[in-house]
């Protein structure tokens, strides 16, 4: 039976359920439709969680790809990166050599006083005010107020400097001196660092 056989005005609707009084043609065009409804419905409910998968696993492939690349950069720079860790070693090692320990603080207050009195000025106050802790370390301030001139404040700050161990002049304040005639006064606080163990005691 061919397709232009059939006469659409002679199916009856209710017969199309009973598939075996059906005509044959009807058959194959019912059974092709649900052949596209199943494969339709497959596609969304599989195909496209399978897209979505690969759309993931193409996602994770980038991140880890960047990943290894961070990371064989890292390695192909380790040895730079040791050669640098090293470097810092020494060099802190060589900052904590300029710290003083609790038995050189004496000689270090000595040792700026000496440097005032070379340079010219007139001490009128020097008070070390005791360590005050740090993270890893602890501040020594000493406050000064000595009176001279410029050129002596100069020499003291550059007598400072040179001290073998670590002082940092902080607040520094200058004014003229009452009753001196030319010469000024300074006031100052030298803060000088003492490096504490991990256990928080003094070394």
Not at 3 to 15: A, R, V
Not at 75 to 95: C, H, I, P, T, V
Not at 176 to 197: R, S
């Amino acid at each position: 039976m061919a397709l232009s056989d059939i006469n659409l005005n002679d199916i009856d609707i209710s017969d199309i359920g009973k598939i075996g009084m059906a005509p044959m043609l009807v058959k194959i065009v019912l059974i092709v439709i649900l052949c596209i409804l199943v494969a339709t419905a497959g596609y969304f409910l599989d195909v496209t969680k399978q897209i979505d998968s690969l759309k993931k696993a193409e996602n994770e492939e980038i991140s880890l790809k960047q990943t290894f690349e961070e990371k064989q950069a890292k390695a192909a720079n380790l040895d730079a990166y040791k050669q640098q860790l090293d470097e810092m070693r020494r060099s802190f090692g060589a900052l904590l050599r300029q710290l003083p320990n609790k038995t050189e603080i004496e000689t270090l207050l000595t040792d700026i006083s000496q440097t005032g009195i070379s340079s010219g000025l007139d001490i009128e106050y020097f008070k070390p005010e005791g360590l005050t802790p740090k993270e890893f370390y602890a501040e020594y301030p000493i406050k000064l107020k000595v009176t001279g001139r410029y050129h002596q404040f100069a020499e003291f700050v550059s007598g400072v400097a040179a001290l073998p161990r670590i002082v940092t002049l902080q607040g520094i304040e200058i004014g003229p001196a009452e009753n001196t005639g030319v010469k000024l006064k300074m006031e100052v606080t030298a803060v000088t660092y003492q490096y504490l163990d991990e256990s928080g005691l003094e070394q």
